[in-house]
C-alpha cells in the first residue's frame, strides 16, 4: 500500500555533496518512520539514518556529522542531504518506509564517490 521512489543518486567527487529524495505515495498516513539505508557489494544493508514520525532523527556513526535526513510533509517526501562525501560512502541507497512492524522499500539510487 505504499510505494516509495528514490532518486538524485549519481556520481560525485571525494569532499562533494549529493541530495537523495524518496517521495512516498499510497498509504502514507500510516508510515511510522521513514529511513535511509545502503548496501555494498558483498556487504550487508545497514541503517545510514531515520526520522520518525515525530520528527526525532537517528544516523549511523558513519554517517552523523555529514548526512542530514529531512522531511517535507506537504510533498510526502524525505531527503537524504550528504555532504563530505567519502569513497567509502559508495553504495546503492534505499528509502524505507516502516508501517507498524512492516517494511516498505523502494528500487534503489546508485551513489557512487570517486575520483
Known amino acids: 500500500q505504499v510505494q516509495l521512489v528514490e532518486s538524485g543518486g549519481g556520481l560525485v567527487q571525494p569532499g562533494g555533496s549529493l541530495r537523495l529524495s524518496c517521495a512516498a505515495s499510497?498509504?502514507?498516513?500510516?508510515?511510522?518512520?521513514m529511513g535511509w539505508y545502503r548496501q555494498a557489494p558483498g556487504i550487508q544493508r545497514e541503517l545510514v539514518a531515520v526520522i520518525t514520525s515525530s520528527g526525532s532523527t537517528g544516523y549511523a556513526d558513519s554517517a552523523k556529522g555529514r548526512f542530514t535526513i529531512s522531511r517535507d510533509n506537504a510533498k510526502n517526501t524525505v531527503y537524504l542531504q550528504m555532504n563530505s562525501l567519502k569513497t567509502e560512502d559508495t553504495a546503492v541507497y534505499y528509502c524505507n518506509a516502516q508501517v507498524g512492524f512492516l517494511p516498505y522499500w523502494g528500487q534503489g539510487t546508485q551513489v557512487t564517490v570517486s575520483s
Open positions: 499510497g498509504s502514507i498516513f500510516s508510515i511510522n518512520a
